[in-house]
C-alpha cells in the first residue's frame, strides 16, 4: 500500500484513509463538541525519525480502527504501512537500525478484565517484509498471524523493549527479561542483547538483582541500579573491562544528601544526574565516576522547580535538554540547534515546540511536537536546509483551538503561608462567578499537573466550569521542602491545601461559592471523599473514581487479584510517606473516608473497575454501602472489565457523560436557578 504525494501530510491521509479510517461526528458550532470529540484514542501517539533521518515512522490510528505502524521514505516520498493487523493494535515501538524496527501490540478493544495476553515483541524491516516474532504474547499464545517463529528462539511473554536508544549499527537491540520469585513477585530484571533477524540473545551480566539499567550515549550498558530494604544502589559498568563497580548507596524513600537520580550519559562518557547539591529544589549536575561524588556546580537550574527532563542528543554529540517547568520546552547547548529553534518558533509562534533530532548528525530533517493548551499535540517535519515545515499528523482531530479554554499556571497562599502551585482553566468567553470543579490528581507523590490541552479538563470547561487543579504539598516537581510537607498528610494539610484552592478562587471573583463541586481519581478520589468530610459547606458534589476509601485497606487488601504495589513500598516507603498502621491508627480512622461515612451527605458519583489491582473494588462498595445508609443521593457504577483508570473509549463516553449530567444537576446553570 505504497503512495506517492507532493507532501507528507497528503502521503499519510491518504495511507489513513485506505485503511479505513473514521471522522469523528460533526457537532453545531453552537454546541459544545461532543464527548467522543474529548475522550476516543488518539490518532497519531508517537513519531520518530529513522537514525539517518530519512524515514519517519509512526503509530496511525481512527476511531473504530486499529492502529498500525507507517512508515515513509522522506526522500522518495512513499508511505507504507509496514505492521498492521485485525485482532492487535501496535502499541509502541523503535529503530533498531535504519532498515528495521521492534514493536509490541495490544487489544485496545478490551479492558484490563478481558485482555489474557501480553504484548509480545515483533521485528519488521521498513518495507514491510522480514516480519519475525520475538517473544510470545502468553506461554504459547498470540502469534501475529505471518510473523515467521522458530520456536526456540521465542522468548518468553514477560520479555520487553528497553526503550532507550540502542547502538542502532547492527540488527540488535538490548530487551529486558523480568524473573520472578515463588510468589510471583519481580526478583530481578535481566538485560538481553537480542538479535532482530535470528532471534538469538546474549545475556548481560548483572552486578546482583537490578531494577532497571541504562545505555551510555553509544548505546552500551553502562548502569544498573536496585532498591531494596530502602536502600538504593547505583553500579557502574567500566567500558574497558565490563565488570561492574557500585559508586552510590543511599537512602530511597528519606531525605538523603547523597541521592540522585541517572538522567543519561554525554558522548564522552560523562553522567549526568538529578540531584539536591544542598538547594531545596534539584537541578542537573555531571557525576564524577572516578571520585564517586556530585560535581558542586549545577550544569543546569531549573528556578522554582525541580529539574525534570531528559537528554537529547546525536550520535557523538549532547545537543541539549528538554525540561520542564510551567511547561515542556528545550535548552539548547549546541548553537546550531538554537537556531533551529528560533527559527521553528518563528513559525509555530502559538505553540511550544519540541524538536527531535536523527542520530546522525547530516540528517537533513528534525521532527517537531508541538502543543499549547488550545491545541493537542501534533507533528511536523523541519527542512534543515529549506526551512520548510511539513504537517505529518495530529494526535486529535475535532479540536477547534478557538473554542478552548486558556489554562494559567498561578500559585495561591495556604492558611499556613504555604505557597501551593495550581493551574487554572476559564471556558472560553467567560470571567467570573462561574461553577468551579476542584480537580485532585492521584498519586499523591508525583506532579500531578502539565500545562497543555488536557481532555478532562477541556470537556468541563466546554461545559461552563472553570476548573482548578492543585499541586498540593506533597506533590513532586517544587522542591523538597513542598513534597516532605505532604508527609504522612492525608485528609489533613493536603486535604487543607486543596480546599484553599477553593476558596482562593471564591476570592478572585472567579467561583460562585454556592455551586463547587470537588472530582479526582485514586488519591483524587479520596480526597474528594475527605474534601466533602471535612468541608461540607464548600463543596456541593462529589466525583470519586477509582478512589482510595481507606488507607489501612491499602495495606491489608480485600484484593480479588494480586495487589500490583510492591512489597518494598508497602514495608519501607508508605510509613514514612503516609503512616504506621499501627503508631498512626488513630489519625488512619480521623482521615477515613469508610470511618467518616455519616458525614457525607452531599451528591456523590462514585465509579470504579471491577479488576483494579491497585484500589480494588472493595473499596467502592463497602464506603457506598456506609454512605448509602443515611445518603441516598449516591450514584455508582462498575466498569466490569476496567482497572485503575478507564482505558476503553466506550468507558470514557460513559463516565463523562455521567459526569456531565451530574455536575449539570448540581452545581450547573439550572442550579444556581
Known amino acids: 500500500m505504497t503512495t506517492a504525494l507532493s507532501t507528507l501530510c497528503a502521503r499519510l491521509c491518504l495511507a489513513l484513509a485506505a485503511a479505513g479510517a473514521a471522522v469523528l461526528p460533526s457537532h453545531a458550532q453552537d454546541a459544545p463538541p461532543p464527548v467522543e470529540t474529548f475522550f476516543s484514542n488518539p490518532l497519531m501517539e508517537h513519531a520518530a525519525l529513522s537514525p539517518s533521518g530519512r524515514y519517519l515512522a509512526a503509530l496511525t490510528g481512527a476511531p473504530g480502527r486499529r492502529d498500525m505502524l507507517i512508515v515513509v521514505d522522506l526522500q522518495e516520498k512513499k508511505g507504507k504501512i509496514v505492521a498492521g493487523y485485525k485482532d492487535a493494535d501496535i502499541l509502541d515501538f523503535q529503530w533498531v537500525n535504519d532498515n528495521r524496527l521492534v514493536f509490541n501490540v495490544t487489544d485496545k478493544q478490551v479492558g484490563p478484565g478481558g485482555r489474557v495476553l501480553a504484548s509480545g515483541l515483533y521485528a519488521v524491516d521498513r518495507d514491510g517484509e522480514k516480519l519475525r516474532q520475538l517473544a510470545h504474547r502468553r506461554g504459547n499464545e498470540g502469534i501475529v498471524e505471518g510473523a515467521g517463529r522458530i520456536e526456540r528462539h521465542i522468548l518468553p511473554w514477560h520479555t520487553f523493549m528497553l526503550g532507550q536508544r540502542g547502538a542502532q549499527d547492527s540488527d540488535a537491540v538490548y530487551v529486558t527479561s523480568v524473573k520472578f520469585n515463588d510468589r510471583g513477585l519481580v526478583r530481578t530484571t535481566e538485560l538481553l542483547r537480542l538479535d532482530t533477524v535470528t532471534g538469538r540473545t546474549q545475556s548481560i551480566p548483572r552486578p546482583g538483582p537490578v531494577d532497571g539499567w541504562m545505555l551510555d550515549n553509544a548505546g552500551e550498558p553502562r548502569l544498573a541500579f536496585h532498591s531494596e530494604g530502602a536502600t538504593t544502589t547505583i553500579h557502574y559498568r567500566e567500558p574497558a573491562s565490563g565488570n561492574w563497580r557500585t559508586i552510590a548507596q543511599f537512602a530511597t524513600y528519606t531525605d538523603s544528601k547523597e541521592a540522585f537520580s541517572p538522567v543519561g550519559f554525554g558522548s564522552d562518557g560523562t553522567l549526568y544526574v538529578r540531584a539536591q547539591g544542598g538547594s531545596d529544589t534539584s537541578s542537573l549536575y555531571r557525576f564524577d565516576l572516578a571520585a564517586g561524588k556530585i560535581d558542586p556546580e549545577p550544569v543546569l537550574v531549573t528556578r522554582g522547580y525541580d529539574f525534570t527532563g531528559s537528554l537529547v542528543s546525536q550520535r557523538g554529540k549532547l545537543l541539549g535538554v528538554n525540561i520542564e517547568t510551567d511547561g515542556l520546552t528545550s535548552v539548547w547547548f549546541d548553537k546550531d540547534m538554537q537556531v533551529v529553534q528560533q527559527k521553528v518558533d518563528k513559525l509555530l509562534p502559538a505553540t511550544s515546540n519540541l524538536i527531535s533530532p536523527a542520530s546522525n548528525p547530516d540528517a537533513p530533517w528534525v521532527l517537531v511536537a508541538s502543543y499549547s493548551d488550545l491545541r493537542p499535540r501534533f507533528y511536523n517535519l523541519y527542512n534543515l536546509k529549506t526551512g520548510e515545515l511539513n504537517p505529518v499528523g495530529t494526535s486529535r482531530e475535532g479540536i477547534d483551538p478557538r473554542r478552548m479554554a486558556r489554562q494559567d499556571p498561578v500559585r495561591y497562599k495556604a492558611r499556613d503561608g504555604r505557597e501551593i502551585p495550581a493551574l487554572l482553566t476559564i471556558p472560553a468567553g467567560s470571567k467570573k462567578n462561574l461553577p468551579l470543579v476542584v480537580l485532585v490528581h492521584g498519586g499523591p507523590y508525583l506532579r500531578g499537573n502539565h500545562w497543555g490541552w488536557d481532555p478532562e479538563t477541556q470537556f468541563l470547561a466546554s461545559r461552563g466550569y472553570a476548573v482548578v487543579e492543585p499541586d498540593f504539598r506533597g506533590s513532586l516537581g517544587y522542591g523538597q521542602a513542598h513534597f516532605q510537607a505532604g508527609w504522612k498528610q492525608w485528609g489533613l494539610a493536603m486535604q487543607d491545601d486543596i480546599a484553599d484552592a ?109 479488576v483494579d489491582r491497585r484500589v480494588p473494588l472493595y473499596h467502592g462498595t463497602k464506603l457506598r454501602d456506609a454512605v448509602k445508609k443515611h445518603n441516598q443521593q449516591v450514584e455508582w457504577v462498575v466498569y466490569p472489565e476496567e482497572g485503575h483508570g478507564w482505558s476503553q473509549p466506550a468507558t470514557r463516553f460513559d463516565f463523562w457523560t455521567r459526569v456531565e449530567k451530574f455536575l449539570a444537576k448540581h452545581i450547573g446553570d439550572k442550579a444556581a436557578q
Request: aromatic share 10%; hydrophobic share 45%.
Open 502 to 610: 477553593a476558596r482562593w478562587a471564591i476570592a478572585q471573583g472567579i467561583a460562585d461559592p454556592k455551586r463547587i463541586c470537588i472530582a479526582g481519581a485514586s488519591y483524587g478520589g479520596y480526597a474528594t471523599l475527605m474534601g466533602l468530610v471535612n468541608d461540607p459547606d464548600l463543596y456541593k458534589c462529589g466525583i470519586n473514581w477509582v478512589g482510595v476509601t481507606d488507607i489501612n485497606l491499602l495495606y491489608d487488601g480485600h484484593w480479588s487479584f494480586e495487589s500490583d504495589l510492591q512489597e518494598d513500598f508497602k514495608v519501607h516507603g508508605m510509613p514514612v510517606l503516609i503512616g504506621d498502621q499501627v503508631k498512626d491508627a488513630a489519625q488512619f480512622k480521623a482521615t477515613s473516608p469508610i470511618e467518616q461515612a455519616a458525614r457525607i451527605t452531599q451528591p456523590l458519583l462514585m465509579a470504579y473497575g471491577a
